[in-house]
């Protein structure tokens, strides 16, 4: 980041970095809820009321992770598009 120094774009860049860092941890803190979730509801007795919201609840979770990619994507783009607009 030495290069960057007293430019335009290093604003964008500590902005981007911290969101990804953000991002970053949201995607952990997803894998391990999943990894209890999932680990809780095998100890369950199979087929009752509580196993089958754990798994629907893991289920629902598990579909964030896709967001994560489009998110990324999306803040690159944003970034990208902020360098240029800055010049």
């Given at each position: 980041?030495?290069?960057?120094?007293?430019?335009k774009?290093?604003?964008?860049?500590?902005?981007?970095?911290?969101?990804?860092?953000?991002?970053?941890?949201?995607?952990?803190?997803?894998?391990?809820?999943?990894?209890?979730?999932?680990?809780?509801?095998?100890?369950?007795?199979?087929?009752?009321?509580?196993?089958?919201?754990?798994?629907?609840?893991?289920?629902?979770?598990?579909?964030?992770?896709?967001?994560?990619?489009?998110?990324?994507?999306?803040?690159?783009?944003?970034?990208?598009?902020?360098?240029f607009?800055?010049?």
């Amino acid at each position: 980041m030495k290069l960057l120094k007293d430019k335009k774009g290093q604003s964008v860049i500590s902005g981007l970095q911290a969101t990804i860092f953000g991002l970053g941890s949201l995607a952990i803190v997803l894998t391990i809820v999943l990894y209890v979730l999932t680990s809780v509801g095998d100890e369950m007795p199979a087929g009752s009321t509580a196993q089958n919201a754990t798994l629907d609840m893991t289920t629902s979770i598990g579909k964030a992770p896709t967001w994560i990619g489009i998110l990324v994507i999306v803040i690159f783009a944003g970034a990208v598009m902020s360098f240029f607009y800055l010049r």
